[in-house]
C-alpha cells in the first residue's frame, strides 16, 4: 500500500489570499491599499485578480509593491465566461477575451495555474465541462460568498449567491479521480465582506512569487479560515494530523463519507488501503465573522455605521472623512439580462461640513456596470462636495445599450475631513417605480453564526 500526498516539502509555511479586486476592476481600494491592508492582518502574500476587462494589465503596478523575502505580491486576474477563473501567474490576457480554455491554457504557458471560483451552486456537470479543463482546483470556501448570502439573505435579493462553500462538489469531483486542490480565498472587493477570513498556508522556500506558484501547483498548503496545522505527517500507513487550535479532527474521504473524528487537537487515521482519497479537515467553534449590529462599526472599509438620524427622522447610513466605498448591490431582476433602455440612480445625501484634505479627494455617488462588452465601469458618476450641509436629494438618468451582469450603486469618500450621510438610495428601471437596489437590515446577524474557524488539507491519494 503506498500513501501519496503533496506534504513532502521544507521550508517555511506562509500566509496568502490570491482572490481579492482592486479599483483596477470593481473593487474599493488600490493595489498598495489591498497591499498594506492584507499585511496589517499578518498575511505574507496575495494575488489581486482583478476582472478581466479590455485594458487591464495583471501585472501593472506588481514591480512597485512586491517585496520578495517581506511581502509578495503574484499577478493574475480573473477570467469569466461560463463561470469565473482565477488564472494565478498570469501577466496577460489571453488574445481572445472570454475564451475560458484559453485563459487557462495561457496561465499555464506562464507557469501559472488556474483555479475555479466560488463554485457552490455549480453541478458536477458544469464543473468538469471542457470549459474548465486544465484547472488545478477550486475554491472550496469563498468568503464574500458566505457573508453576502447568509448576512442579507435570499429575501434581500441575495437568493442567487452561492453559499461559499464548495466541499461537496471538491468530493464529487475527487471521486472521480480527478486531481485538484483545495483554495480558501476571500473574493475581498473592499465593500461587500471582511478581510482576511480565509486563506492558503503555503510551505515554500522562499517568500517570492515564483516559489510560491511552485508549491501551490504541487499541492505543498492547506485551506484555512482560521484553524493554523502544526503538523501534516504520513508515518507507515498513518496520516497524522495536529491543529493548535482545534476542538475537533475529521478524516473524510470519497462523496464526503466520514471515516473517523476525534475530539481534540490531533487526530490519527490508520489507512484500511481501499478508500481512493483520504482528506483531513479540523475546526473549532471560534465565531469566523465579527459581530454586526446596529450599534457598532460596520466592518467595511471606511468606517461605515448606522446614524442615529436620517431625512426621515429614523436610522440612516455613514461614511466618515478616513475615506472609503460603500457598495450597494441589485437584486437579480436585470442580472445577465439585456439592459433597459435607462436606469435612474440617487438618494437623500448630506455631508457634514467637508474640507479637502488630499489632491486626490472624491466625494461621489455613482453607477457602477460590469456587461459582458466592456468588463467593469463606471457608468455615470453625482459629484456631492459641492452640496449644501442639509438633506439634498440626487438623482441622474442613465442611458443603457448594453447587456448587464452586474450593477451596484457606489458612495465614495476619500480626501476629505468630515461625514457624508445617505438615506434611501434607489436604482429604477426605466417605466418601473420599483427599487433595485438592496437596502438591507443590520440588526440581527445571527445567520453568520454557523461559521467557524476550519482548515483542510489537501487529498491523500491511498494505492492498495
Known sequence: ??????????????????????????????????RDLYRGLGFDFICVSDHAHDGLDPS????????????????????????????????????????????????ASE???????????????????????????????????????????????????????ALTLWDQMLSQGRRLWGFSNDDFHG????????????????LEGPALLSAMKRGDFYASTGVRFEGIEVEGGEIRIR????????????????????????GVYAVRGNEGYVRAEATNDVRLFPNVTADSRFPRDGGFLLAETGHTGERCCELDGGGGVLHWGVQNKIV?????????????????????????????????????????????TIDLSALPMEWSRVEQTVPLDLRVRRVAVRMRLTGYEGKVRFDDLFLRQEGSPENLLVNPSFEDDSRLDKYTQQAWTQPFWIHG
Open 1 to 34: 500500500m503506498h500513501i501519496e500526498h503533496p506534504y513532502t516539502g521544507t521550508g517555511s509555511w506562509y500566509k496568502g489570499n490570491i482572490h481579492m479586486h482592486s479599483r483596477k476592476s470593481d473593487g474599493g481600494l488600490d493595489m498598495p491599499q489591498l
Open 60 to 107: 501593472a503596478g506588481i514591480d512597485k509593491i512586491d517585496t520578495p523575502g517581506e511581502f509578495a505580491v503574484l499577478s493574475g486576474y480573473e477570467a469569466a465566461s461560463g463561470g469565473h477563473v482565477n488564472c494565478i501567474g498570469a501577466t496577460r490576457l489571453p488574445d481572445r477575451l472570454g475564451n475560458m480554455p484559453e485563459a487557462i491554457q495561457a496561465a
Open 111 to 165: 507557469g501559472g495555474f488556474s483555479i475555479l471560483n466560488n463554485p457552490s451552486g455549480y453541478t458536477l456537470d458544469r464543473a468538469t465541462g471542457e470549459n474548465f479543463h486544465g484547472i488545478a482546483g477550486i475554491e472550496i470556501t469563498n468568503s464574500v460568498c458566505m457573508y453576502l448570502h447568509d448576512l442579507f439573505g435570499p429575501e434581500d435579493g441575495y437568493a442567487a449567491v452561492d453559499s461559499g462553500y
Open 191 to 206: 465593500f461587500d465582506s471582511v478581510p482576511g477570513i480565509s486563506m492558503n498556508w503555503v510551505r515554500s522556500e522562499q
Open 243 to 266: 491543529a493548535e487550535n482545534a476542538g475537533r479532527v475529521r478524516f473524510s474521504g470519497p462523496d464526503g463519507e466520514v471515516f473517523s473524528e476525534v475530539a481534540g487537537e490531533e
Open 336 to 380: 445577465n439580462q439585456k439592459a433597459p433602455k435607462a436606469l435612474t440612480f440617487g438618494g437623500w445625501v448630506q455631508t457634514g461640513g467637508l474640507r479637502q484634505l488630499a489632491g486626490d479627494c472624491e466625494c461621489s455617488l455613482s453607477l457602477w456596470m460590469q456587461s459582458y462588452e466592456q468588463g467593469v465601469l463606471p457608468v455615470s
